[in-house]
């Protein structure tokens, strides 16, 4: 990505007819908005603003209105900025946010015909053994690599999964189209098919006693080599509640969602469920991940599982209707839960997803009436961040933190909802701020899709993008994005400390701090951009 920014900032990957665009302008001398043939159709003329607290710019958000289909041009004296509007402006990316699961797939060779020069070898294929006790070895491939690195870890994958399989329950014509992987055709969509490839593995995760291990790694991380490079044994490493609350969460909705398709697979899904809550049931206290003596790969151990459990019990009721899962949904939604959080550290969001979206009337008094005026009322929190932005993007100054890029989406699913709940338009065009800032109306003047827009990055913390011997990394792929909070020493040296938050970001391979992609920041992404595919006129 060149250093030169403009100072007009669009969302690069263009804009969706019938839907209103937005730009930001960071000077404050009059703008014009041409159309193709050269004519004035706007003139903007505004005072500069106090700097945005978050970036430091002087920005103002430009309301563009609905445009027609074309080329336009933002100008001012010092530079101009095209931007377009056109039918099915989002459908690529979005699509490629999808296949870039693909690309993330473990235990089989990535052929030419579907991954073309980012293809590779078989990885990972060899038998683990149980961390704790050595002479079990099982035999379990497949699945994702959950990030930059080559770990598996199901509660991230669980919740991976999630996304995906409610963008496809609620936004089914934004995320349908054929993917070009190796199951293409077979009758399932494909976002389904992908799906599926990780749903199989966190089957085979399940231990006989119905808890799921928490990860399949190795001790440490690899160096930047290809995956099937990556020779050293995997482990098993030792079950949480947390991971057997969300894989039990994921295979109960994926039950239901497969069950037209294969009600073979749908039953075993939900067996699988039933034996994780089971377990989850027989050990009531919260039983964390840490990392055993030994063993530095990722620990997503969360701080508490009442959100895990509570997804969980959410998915079982709607996938069995049975009262014992909805009371203790209630008992646990009575503890005080977040609703507008959607990542692998609070699943709270997903539960409440599950309540409005797919129990909807038979979710009762506490689950629906209740638990609405709640999720609506926080909706508010992110709504107000957002105004409160010069870039409008739901974030307070503080928390660009690890993964930022999944906060703000996380936020704009919530306003999604709330704007398919409420039909409220202010909502909604703040949840469409968001989708322009992953794509690139931010401080950055940064696209954070891999392989889009024209200043994309180039170079995210990514072991087969670093190790490929090709330019251009992996497309499809999502980058964390700033972060000042929890920032390695490196990365502090480079952007010392007036650096804002919002621009604390290298475009460097190292900086897994700020440029790591991660499978559950894809996922959001495609949320929100199959709903905003679906909503368009086209
Ligand atoms: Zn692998």
Request: proline share 3%.
């Given at each position: 990505m060149s250093k030169e920014t403009s100072v007009f900032r669009v969302n690069q990957e263009g804009y969706e007819t019938g839907l209103p665009v937005c730009a930001a302008v960071l000077t404050a001398e009059p703008v014009l908005l041409k159309n193709a043939a050269g004519e004035v159709i706007r003139r903007f003329s505004f005072e500069a603003p106090e700097p945005d607290p978050a970036s430091g710019d002087r920005v103002t958000l430009l309301d563009l209105g609905v445009l027609e289909e074309g080329t336009y041009t933002l100008e001012n004296s010092r530079e101009s900025r095209a931007l377009t509007v056109r039918p099915g402006a989002w459908k690529a990316v979005t699509h490629a946010l999808i296949k870039g699961l693909y690309f993330q797939r473990c235990g089989c060779a990535l052929d030419p015909v579907h991954a073309g020069p980012y293809r590779h070898g078989a990885c990972h294929t060899a038998p683990a053994a149980d961390w704790e006790d050595r002479s079990v070895r099982r035999k379990v491939t497949g699945g994702w690599h959950d990030a930059g690195d080559y770990g598996k870890y199901v509660g991230p994958g669980a919740v991976t999964v999630g996304h995906l399989l409610y963008a496809w329950l609620l936004f089914p014509r934004g995320c349908s189209d054929e993917l070009n992987i190796p199951e293409s055709g077979n009758g399932l969509p494909d976002i389904l098919n992908e799906a599926r490839y990780e749903l199989d593995w966190i089957l085979q995760m399940q231990r006989p006693d119905g808890a799921f291990y928490h990860k399949l790694t190795k001790a440490r991380f690899a160096p930047f080599i290809m995956p099937e490079n990556d020779l050293e044994p995997e482990y098993l490493m030792p079950a949480s509640t947390c991971a057997t609350a969300d894989a039990c969460a994921c295979l109960a909705l994926a039950s239901r969602?497969?069950?037209?398709?294969?009600?073979?697979?749908?039953?075993?899904?939900?067996?699988?469920?039933?034996?994780?809550?089971?377990?989850?049931?027989?050990?009531?206290?919260?039983?964390?991940?840490?990392?055993?003596?030994?063993?530095?790969?990722?620990?997503?151990?969360?701080?508490?599982?009442?959100?895990?459990?509570?997804?969980?019990?959410?998915?079982?009721?709607?996938?069995?209707?049975?009262?014992?899962?909805?009371?203790?949904?209630?008992?646990?939604?009575?503890?005080?839960?977040?609703?507008?959080?959607?990542?692998?550290?609070?699943?709270?969001?997903?539960g409440a997803l599950c309540c409005l979206f797919a129990l909807k009337e038979k979710a009762g008094e506490i689950l629906g009436v209740r638990l609405r005026e709640d999720f609506l009322r926080q909706c508010e929190q992110v709504f107000r961040l957002s105004a409160l932005s010069g870039y409008g993007t739901a974030l307070a100054p503080d928390r660009y933190s690890w993964g930022s890029i999944l906060s703000v989406l996380s936020h704009a699913m919530a306003m999604i909802l709330h704007a398919l709940l409420t039909g409220r338009e202010d909502m909604r065009r703040s949840a469409l701020l968001q989708w322009h800032y992953a794509l690139g109306l931010n401080a950055l003047d940064c696209c954070f899709v891999t392989g889009f827009g024209e200043r994309p990055v180039m170079n995210p913390h990514h072991r087969p993008s670093g190790a490929d011997g090709i330019d251009a990394p992996v497309p499809g792929l999502i980058s964390g994005g700033p972060n000042n909070a929890h920032c390695y020493p490196g990365t502090r040296e480079k952007l010392g400390n007036d650096t804002p938050p919002a621009k604390y970001f290298l475009d460097e391979t190292p900086s897994a701090d700020t440029n790591e992609i991660a499978i559950y920041w894809n996922t959001p992404a495609v949320f929100v951009g199959a709903y905003f595919c679906s909503s368009a006129r086209s």
């Open positions: 969602v497969y069950r037209r398709f294969d009600e073979a697979l749908a039953g075993r899904m939900l067996s699988a469920a039933r034996d994780a809550w089971k377990w989850l049931q027989a050990h009531p206290d919260f039983v964390p991940f840490i990392n055993p003596e030994g063993v530095h790969t990722g620990s997503y151990s969360g701080w508490n599982d009442a959100d895990n459990r509570f997804w969980a019990a959410c998915e079982l009721y709607a996938a069995t209707g049975e009262t014992q899962y909805r009371e203790a949904a209630e008992t646990l939604y009575a503890g005080g839960l977040s609703l507008i959080q959607f990542g692998w550290d609070d699943v709270g969001g997903m």
